[in-house]
């Protein structure tokens, strides 16, 4: 069977999201299950194709969304939901690759056009979400902001991607919290729905604590995963080096602010982005994995790597989180609780 997957970031134009983990382990999955599988994608505006031969990469301003005024960012997102965007481009992938099957993650960026060729042609359409991007542009909801999927400017967006995506066969989610959010906002009322976690995996017992207690963060250095949050519940924690090191891994806005904190702090080390290679590497060393998120979240691929290395969590409750509490040793807290993430770090360590 012929498979084609499609996702707003990946590869080399990529952010190491939770998305695209997923997009590449569904891949290998259906490719270790002899599927050809290939994949469309985005890349910056004039800028070359990446080094992957599975991947189409289509121009797109959704890398540099960052960079515009808010007024700028609206017509961009109107015109994703109401042109053709690369139409055409789409349209020559399909008639020569002729899927089987298609599987659409995160569109944004890549334009409106390929939902509607897919029902052109008659190829079976499934979707999985991985966040609210159909709720609301940004894709992220604060805790403490939940009416901003609520009010007449996202209701408005909601009907068009609710039009976007009527005709999937099948919408698949991680988790029972983000598909019960969109139904409640009226999303595929009248198509059939799946959970589908994103690993296969059975509780493990972590193995005995021994001092210094290594905690570890992977993901989007950006103040909505509450790296923030975690810096200052690490100092209020005020745990010597012997007793605890804190190991953070990413990328994003605030990598340059959070490496001024860190070379102030003696038992934090700081080592930027790394490929998956690298994350499994520092999970093997690691004790606790820590997410202090302040938006509402799915299934956070970080945890499900914490489960699948048998270590505990520390993770704020929001969102899909507490589902994951069957799978691994979770300790939930408030978000954006600096006081109740210090007090855990104290729990662990003593």
């Known amino acids: 069977m012929i498979i084609g997957m499609a996702n707003n970031l990946l590869g080399k134009y990529g952010r190491g999201s939770?998305?695209?983990?997923?997009?590449?382990?569904?891949?290998?999955?259906?490719?270790?299950?002899?599927?050809?599988?290939?994949?469309?994608?985005?890349?910056?505006?004039?800028?070359?194709?990446?080094?992957?031969?599975?991947?189409?990469?289509?121009?797109?301003?959704?890398?540099?969304?960052?960079?515009?005024?808010?007024?700028?960012?609206?017509?961009?997102?109107?015109?994703?939901?109401?042109?053709?965007?690369?139409c055409r481009k789409i349209k020559k992938i399909l008639q020569a690759?002729?899927?089987?099957?298609?599987?659409?993650?995160?569109?944004?960026?890549?334009?409106?056009?390929?939902?509607?060729?897919?029902?052109?042609?008659?190829?079976?359409?499934?979707?999985?979400?991985?966040?609210?991007?159909?709720?609301?542009p940004s894709g992220l909801m604060y805790w403490g902001q939940e009416h901003i999927i609520s009010s007449p400017a996202a209701k408005i967006y909601q009907a068009l991607t609710k039009h976007l995506l009527k005709n999937a066969s099948l919408i698949i989610s991680p988790s029972y919290w983000l598909l019960a959010l969109h139904t409640q906002h009226g999303f595929f009322l009248n198509q059939a729905k799946k959970i589908r976690r994103n690993f296969n995996l059975k509780k493990i017992t972590p193995a005995t604590l021994k001092k210094p207690i290594n905690f570890v963060f992977t993901g989007q250095i950006e103040k909505h995963k509450g790296i923030n949050i975690l810096l200052s519940a690490w100092k209020q924690a005020n745990l010597t080096p012997e007793t605890?090191?804190?190991?953070?891994?990413?990328?994003?806005?605030?990598?340059?602010?959070?490496?001024?904190?860190?070379?102030?702090?003696?038992?934090i080390e700081y080592v930027g982005r790394l490929d998956?290679?690298?994350?499994?590497?520092l999970l093997e060393k690691s004790d606790v994995v820590v997410l202090p998120s302040l938006v509402y979240e799915?299934?956070?691929?970080?945890?499900?790597?914490?489960?699948?290395?048998?270590?505990?969590?520390?993770?704020?409750?929001?969102?899909?989180?507490?589902?994951?509490?069957?799978?691994?040793?979770?300790?939930?807290?408030?978000?954006?609780?600096?006081?109740?993430?210090?007090?855990?770090?104290?729990?662990?360590?003593?």
């Open 276 to 281: 998956r290679a690298g994350i499994t590497a």
């Open 18 to 86: 939770g998305a695209e983990v997923i997009v590449e382990k569904m891949a290998a999955d259906y490719r270790q299950q002899g599927h050809q599988v290939f994949i469309i994608t985005t890349k910056p505006k004039g800028a070359a194709d990446g080094d992957r031969d599975d991947c189409y990469y289509l121009p797109s301003n959704y890398h540099r969304l960052k960079d515009w005024s808010t007024p700028r960012k609206f017509l961009w997102h109107a015109g994703q939901l109401l042109l053709p965007g690369n």
């Open 244 to 267: 605890a090191k804190l190991m953070i891994a990413g990328d994003g806005s605030w990598a340059d602010w959070l490496k001024k904190e860190v070379a102030l702090i003696n038992n």
């Open 97 to 136: 690759r002729k899927p089987d099957l298609f599987i659409t993650h995160n569109l944004l960026g890549l334009g409106a056009s390929l939902p509607r060729l897919l029902k052109k042609y008659n190829i079976r359409h499934e979707h999985v979400l991985h966040d609210i991007q159909l709720l609301h």
């Open 298 to 350: 799915n299934s956070p691929t970080s945890l499900w790597e914490a489960a699948a290395a048998g270590k505990r969590a520390i993770a704020s409750d929001i969102g899909g989180i507490p589902e994951l509490s069957p799978y691994l040793n979770l300790l939930l807290i408030p978000p954006g609780d600096v006081y109740a993430l210090a007090e855990a770090f104290k729990t662990i360590t003593h």
